[in-house]
């Protein structure tokens, strides 16, 4: 949760002092979690893998998306999954400059909240776009299908501006 | 695909960690996804510290050194700084080894990690001579079945060309012609 | 209820890299500062609890390390949060609330130099719909202050104010990393760091901790002249699915801060708001009248130690009612992204 390098202080760093120089070794840590999906999770991503998208009813009637076991108000048990739509309306983005190994997007491109047509919740994810200036709050956006399915929410690519803003 | 026998979360008791299972309003096929396998990894430039690479650095000249509690006089290894009994920072540093006596073992069936030894290996502790505390490595030049408490042992070195500030510098241990350490003289460093 | 002081607290100087320290020798000079500072050892805490998180280091089970600089012989009663440690005080005055002790020890820390944290951030988030996508806390962050500026509830300028307000108040913070600030105009004339952020939106990159000394009643009034009782506390945490929250509030902290008891008249808040678009939301939750001195250390915008930078907040508010500068203070502090889970904490002087 901070700046980064290019920050107001990049001071500090080494001081070897009297004690000769720093020693530095890279470190890489893997966690090769293996996770269970649960039923809903597991709905969710297999539909993913079918290039449809799921919700799921909270006690209210509002469509959450991606779908949660329970309701995220009450806590209630949910049961219906329903189908939302591929497209859908930028609610919050923020402009990602510096790409970091895993993004979805290996360009710059918007980080974005994105409410699927037939849900009334947001989901995250990013939209691949020219540049900052082509993408606002509001923005129709529209799902590109990853080329190879796992069953995963990387099976959604990235969004893309749907034709003109709203 | 993912045939693989799967603890799902509803065979749990009744009540507890139950999930709903949800209606799905489409064809979700025959293999549902039950797993993911997420992995994330993470690189650091680590840095060991100032004590610490002063033990490394030592290790590079095969030499061990700890550093002395202002308290007690108890000398650790590896250095961290600080006594891990009082809290207080170690300024002295104090050479200790490179003989030493095992203080516990163990004859290991199971390998784990590109780095271990064929099995059947014994990893055991070995406390340098002058340290309070035990660095951990793995015995070699004598039958498993020969390892005891009390034993002791020196290590074997890389080749000087193959030096570097690792603990990898350490081969294994191997016994010497010296007569065990009695057990009760290693009580404290069990 | 038990009366509950803070009667020590030591922070070091916070820098952008301790590279040559490991976390012991980082955190020993602070831990032996607040014990020090009112002449207590190991020996006279009843309970000592800790914050830190191993995956900031990339250091398994760290905590178990840093427990070196206490001095942990004979063996303590310990425990630790992997949270900020405003929570491991909250552990700390609960268990002196219990009666099973009069005083405590609780410390936290971070190193987060070796690693790179806005990506290490992303591992707290949901692993199944947003881990996978790796989004950096910085864009996170971009996200709520994007929803504030389209609900017109706060502007570039007010926020780069927020800047330059925290970091003009940090000359006076011998601890600060970053001290100063160019004017607001300067301020706004800087490129995006992540469209809307800036770069001065974002909290530095902090090596760190922060120590402080706890304890109850009597055993308080005998170790300092003028402890900072705990008049209340409480946290609470709002959704981690951001799509399902609204981002332009924080429910959580308006729900803690009434159960702290946060009303009346306050010398001095210090809240823990990483961006500066975060202030406005802890301070409206709080519902402070005017006239309280905010963040006159800086905050979290001038140095930002994960998992230590909102018990710092604690500690400041406690500092100014032990030198008697302040009569009654409140400290807030913030865990996980975006405002999610948030501690309240209302310190007063006086018996």
């Not at chain 2, 993912?2 to 096929?29: A, C, F, H, K, N």
């Not at chain 2, 891990?84 to 002295?92: A, D």
Request: charged share 20%; glycine share 10%; aromatic share 6%.
């Amino acid at each position: 949760m901070a700046a980064d390098d290019d920050g107001p202080d990049t001071a500090g760093g080494a001081s070897g002092g009297g004690d000769g120089d720093l020693l530095r070794a890279p470190l890489v840590i893997e966690y090769p979690f293996n996770r269970t999906t649960g039923p809903v999770v597991g709905a969710f991503v297999t539909a993913l893998r079918n290039r449809t998208v799921l919700g799921i009813r909270a006690a209210d009637g509002r469509v959450v998306c991606p779908p949660v076991e329970y309701d995220p108000q009450t806590g209630a048990p949910l049961h219906e999954l329903v189908e939302v739509s591929d497209t859908g309306t930028i609610t919050s983005w923020s402009w990602v400059d510096r790409i970091r190994e895993g993004q979805p997007v290996q360009s710059p491109h918007a980080l974005a909240l994105i409410r699927l047509d037939g849900a009334d919740t947001a989901m995250l994810h990013v939209v691949d776009a020219p540049g900052p200036e082509a993408v606002s709050t509001g923005a129709r956006v529209r799902i590109r299908w990853a080329d190879e399915p796992t069953g995963a929410i990387t099976d959604i690519a990235c969004f893309e501006l749907d034709g003109g803003a709203s | 695909m993912s045939s693989e026998p799967d603890r799902s979360i509803s065979t749990m008791p009744d009540g507890l960690w139950t999930q709903p299972t949800p209606s799905v309003p489409v064809d979700l096929g025959d293999d549902p996804v039950r797993r993911q396998v997420v992995p994330a990894s993470m690189r650091y430039d680590y840095t060991p510290g100032l004590a610490t690479t002063r033990f490394l650095r030592g290790l590079a000249e095969k030499r061990f050194l700890g550093e002395r509690c202002p308290q007690t006089g108890d000398v650790y290894i590896p250095p961290r700084g600080v006594s891990p009994v009082s809290g207080l920072r170690t300024t002295e540093q104090v050479e200790v080894g490179p003989k030493a006596t095992i203080t516990s073992f163990c004859v290991v069936h199971i390998g784990f990690g590109v780095n271990a030894p064929p099995t059947p290996f014994v990893s055991a502790l070995f406390l340098p001579d002058g340290a309070a505390v035990s660095l951990y490595g793995t015995m070699g030049e004598v039958p498993h079945d020969q390892v005891r408490i009390g034993m002791r042992v020196e290590p074997v070195w890389v080749d000087d060309d193959q030096l570097t500030t690792s603990m990898e510098n350490i081969r294994y241990w191997r016994p010497i012609d010296e007569p065990d350490v009695p057990a009760e003289q290693l009580k404290g460093h069990m | 209820m038990r009366d509950v002081a803070i009667v020590s607290v030591a922070q070091g100087e916070h820098r952008r890299a301790a590279g040559e320290l490991n976390e012991v020798e980082m955190v020993e000079p602070i831990l032996r500062e607040a014990l020090d500072g009112v002449g207590v050892t190991i020996a006279d805490i009843d309970f000592t609890c800790s914050g830190s998180s191993d995956y900031l280091a990339g250091q398994a089970f760290s905590f178990v390390m840093t427990l070196d600089a206490v001095g942990a012989w004979p063996p303590i009663v310990e425990s630790h949060v992997e949270m900020d440690g405003a929570w491991a005080l909250y552990e700390a005055w609960l268990k002196i609330q219990t009666g099973a002790a009069d005083t405590a020890f609780v410390y936290s820390y971070s190193k987060a130099s070796p690693g790179d944290l806005p990506r290490v951030m992303s591992r707290m988030l949901d692993p199944y719909y947003v881990g996978p996508l790796w989004p950096d806390s910085i864009a996170y962050a971009g996200l709520q202050a994007r929803a504030m500026l389209d609900a017109g509830i706060t502007s570039e300028r007010r926020m780069a104010e927020v800047a330059y307000r925290n970091r003009e108040s940090a000359r006076s913070n011998p601890n600060a990393q970053v001290v100063g600030s160019p004017s607001v105009d300067e301020l706004l004339a800087a490129p995006m760091l992540s469209d809307p952020l800036r770069l001065h939106d974002c909290p530095p990159i902090s090596d760190g901790g922060v120590a402080v000394v706890l304890a109850a009643g009597d055993r308080a009034r005998d170790l300092v002249e003028r402890p900072a009782w705990i008049r209340g506390i409480d946290h609470r945490i709002d959704s981690h699915q951001i799509g399902a929250r609204d981002l332009t509030s924080a429910p959580s902290v308006a729900l803690a801060a009434q159960h702290a008891g946060v009303d009346g008249a306050f010398d001095v808040a210090e809240v823990h708001a990483p961006f500066t678009h975060q202030e406005q939301l802890v301070l409206d939750g709080l519902g402070l009248a005017d006239g309280v001195d905010v963040n006159p250390s800086g905050g979290a915008l001038a140095a930002n130690p994960m998992m230590a930078a909102g018990l710092i907040r604690l500690g400041e508010v406690a500092n100014r009612i032990m030198d008697g500068s302040a009569g009654r203070g409140v400290a807030h502090a913030t865990a996980g992204h975006l405002l999610q889970q948030n501690l309240v904490c209302v310190l007063e002087g006086g018996e």
